[in-house]
């Protein structure tokens, strides 16, 4: 398997496993992000919708651990609440990766 097609399928694994919720959403997105180079991948609606949410997740830390409590809490809080607000449009792009690619 040349470099191309394993990042594709690797972008169709993490697709997958996001949307059987067996990968952190934050964490899936930004893996998916940093294999799109070596995938050759030409953006479409799906990866538009992933490379969006992934630039304005930006600023939270994948783990909150050694943060000062009530920062914590605040930065969860809004991490949760975009999630919930963009769930059902990352889990349609996700559908429409593992779709496309034709992986799994």
Known sequence: MDSMTAARWQICELANQMLANEVDLLRG????????????????E???VVV???SETDHFPESLEGWEPRAALRLSAERDLYFASQRDVLLHACGEIVSKMGFL
Do not use: H, K, Q, T
């Open 52 to 54: 969006g949410i992934e």
């Open 29 to 44: 997105v930004r893996a998916i992000v940093s294999l799109l180079p070596a995938s050759g991948w030409v953006s479409d």
């Open 46 to 48: 799906a990866i538009a």
